[in-house]
């Protein structure tokens, strides 16, 4: 259970405005690690901070002890080349079909040939249950392919760690479930390490091994571990009305 990526005393701003001081926690290897809490508390900003887009205020965050912000503009480009990230709204380019979009990091980090990065896109296609659809657009597929082909541009590269923004976001139950399964899988295939925002109950449950929990009120972390676990020990009423809401609202 060694750290894969560690937080330090992070404290994040915009400009004047503090959005979360004093977080300290571990992401240890093949973890499927859940950043959760209430909206505005900043599980996305904190998302952008761990992939290297924000920098801190304070603290730092170290990726196998390398500290992301403590190194040159070029080390941490490269370091950022280990990562895979799947944005909430996809991203992908609407004029590039899904092969084009899968094939288009190979394209810019690797030397492979076109006839190469063709056949590496199609297979990380079929990975994400998408055999076939390479020469569709992302206009022509539903949003769970969408979710899908997304996921497939993220894992080009075989990172090490995986990043998702809220990945179930907009689907039905049905198709949410399936992407949980398909996450999953990747984690055992690839031994990644995978950090996720989500507010989705299911799956925070179903496939969260480790968290952290942000709060709103105190601008800080309220706890951190195994969602399931936190469940049946940890005593912070906010925690607890959060990860069962669920039950309350059956009441």
């Known amino acids: 259970m060694d750290a894969h990526i560690r937080v330090r005393n992070l404290t994040m701003t915009y400009g004047d405005k ?10 240890n290897h093949n973890d499927i690690f859940i950043i959760m809490g209430g909206s505005g508390c900043g599980k996305s900003t904190l998302l952008k901070h761990m992939i290297g887009l924000y920098q801190p205020s304070e603290g730092e965050i170290l990726v196998e002890d390398n500290s992301l912000w403590g190194v040159s503009a070029q080390q941490r480009q490269q370091m950022m080349q280990h990562f895979g990230v799947s944005y909430q709204a996809g991203a992908l380019v609407s004029s590039l079909t899904l092969l084009e979009n899968v094939g288009m990091p190979l394209e810019l980090y690797t030397k492979l040939l ?17 055999a076939g ?5 992302p206009s022509e597929i539903s949003g769970g392919m969408l979710k899908r082909a997304a996921l497939a541009r993220a894992i080009a590269l075989d990172p090490d760690i995986l990043f998702f923004d809220e990945p179930s976001a907009g689907l039905d139950p049905i198709s949410a479930r399936l992407l949980d399964d398909l996450i ?3 984690s055992a295939s690839m031994k990644a390490t995978i950090v996720i925002v989500t507010h989705e109950l299911a799956s925070i449950f179903a496939i969260g091994t480790n968290s952290v929990f942000l709060d709103v009120d105190t601008k800080t972390m309220l706890t951190t571990g195994n969602p399931n676990e936190l469940l049946k020990s940890c005593n912070d009423e906010k925690v607890q ?10 009441v």
């Open 18 to 27: 503090l959005i979360q001081q004093n977080l300290s926690f571990d992401v």
């Open 114 to 130: 076109p006839k190469e990065v063709a056949e590496l896109a199609r297979l990380k296609l079929s990975m994400v249950g998408l």
């Open 133 to 137: 659809f390479g020469d569709y657009y």
């Open 184 to 186: 999953l899988e990747l």
């Open 241 to 250: 009305l959060f990860l069962r809401r669920g039950e309350l609202a059956n």
